[in-house]
């Protein structure tokens, strides 16, 4: 055979060979451009990545869970952060700044989202409300304000905290707990309420709250100046009770702890302090001596701070729909209940309030006062700087507050701070 008719055979075989090959690819594939497997990877679901604190009752798990079974397009992953706020933050931050895309959903603290929002490392909201037709009103205010920076929705709530007044109200008139459990009343109504009733009871001081330097300080400067609308009426009146004769003489170096100490022992006849205080009087925790039918629940004056914890959508996301899906779901009607019911956690969206099953798995949501408290949280400064906003404000009221002086300066201070100045 000749050189030349041996390779036009080699040719012809060659091709035969091919057309072969890829008949047996179409026929097992379905699809001639695409590979025998391409069909099984095409139809498994895209992963989410959801970065969350880890959560030691069931809520969370069954939350993903409930997402998960409702659709198969999507199947969120839980990646289980620390409870230790501050790694998380540095965690969450490093993960973030680097451009990653590990975490398509983030669970960040009310006071982180001016922080990632103003880094650009969030995608805004705003635009996918509109299309569900969701409002703002429809979620608790003061987490929808901590995630809103310069006019923009970054964030929805997972599940809310707040600031709260606690009451003897067997030590307190009906008529004056009505008033306060209907949120009408001010800081000066209840300084002469304090003055009224401090001593009844064996009660020794009037209203305790957290006034040490530390984040808990900058929570109270928000509440007393309604948010920093009048920072110089806020620091005059915490200065008012700071001096009054009715208050602990070391209330300056009040946090938590030492407020409900001294509630939960009898010592107090008011506090202002966090929904977890409730949990310890009626658990029954060491020392407690006071019982849940001697407690009333108000809001604030001004309005509670809000706290808790908030959803974002991480800007480098390869998945951004499918993380808007979990978002909507999870801060939803059908998400926050289970939060709720699985977990005892607030709901962020409103209409949950009245809910049976959502009441009953939370005692405190049957006290009417405390239904008001939650329908009027106000927030903490939104900024990109949060930490260094935070501290000019603990350290200048604090400086007031300790000497009476220098009210201009600090008005002028936290002002700006608030601002963002």
Partial sequence: MSKR?????????????????????????????????????????IVLKFAAQADNTPATKK???????????????????????????????????????????????????????????????????????????????GSMTSGNYKGKQYTLPFFPDLGLLYFRKDIVSQEDAAKLESGNYTYDDLYNMAKTYTGKNNTKYGFVYQSKQYEGLTVNVTEFSKSYQDVKGGLETMYKFTQAPFEPKDLLNFMEGETHTNFEQGNAVFARNWPYAFGRIKGKEDGVTVTVDQVGIAPLPNGGSVGGWLLGMNKNSKHLDGAWEFVKFTAGKEGQKIMSTE?????????????????????????????????????????????????????????????????DEAVKAIEDASKGQ
Wanted: charged fraction near 20%.
């Fill in 63 to 141: 939350l993903i869970k409930a997402f998960n079974q409702k659709q198969d397009k999507y199947k969120v992953e839980w990646t289980q952060m620390t409870n230790d706020s501050a790694q998380m933050h540095d965690q969450l931050l490093n993960s973030l700044s680097s451009g990653s895309s590990d975490y398509d959903v983030i669970s960040m603290d009310v006071v982180w989202a001016g922080e990632f929002a103003g880094a650009g490392y969030l995608d805004p909201i705003d635009i996918q409300m509109n299309k569900e037709g969701l409002k703002k009103t429809d979620f608790n205010s």
């Fill in 5 to 45: 008719k041996w390779i036009t055979k080699m040719l012809a075989f060659s091709f035969a060979a091919s057309i072969a090959l890829t008949g047996c690819s179409s026929n097992t594939s379905g699809d001639k451009s695409k590979p025998a497997d391409d069909k099984k990877s095409s139809s498994s679901p």
């Fill in 343 to 407: 977990g005892g956690y607030l709901p962020g969206f409103n209409s949950l309030l009245n809910d049976e099953d959502v009441k009953n798995a939370n005692v405190m949501l049957s006290y009417p006062g405390f239904q008001k408290a939650l329908s009027a949280t106000i927030a903490r400064p939104v900024s990109p700087e949060y930490s260094k906003t935070s501290d000019t404000i603990q350290v200048s009221a604090h400086k007031y507050l300790s000497s009476g002086t220098g009210l």
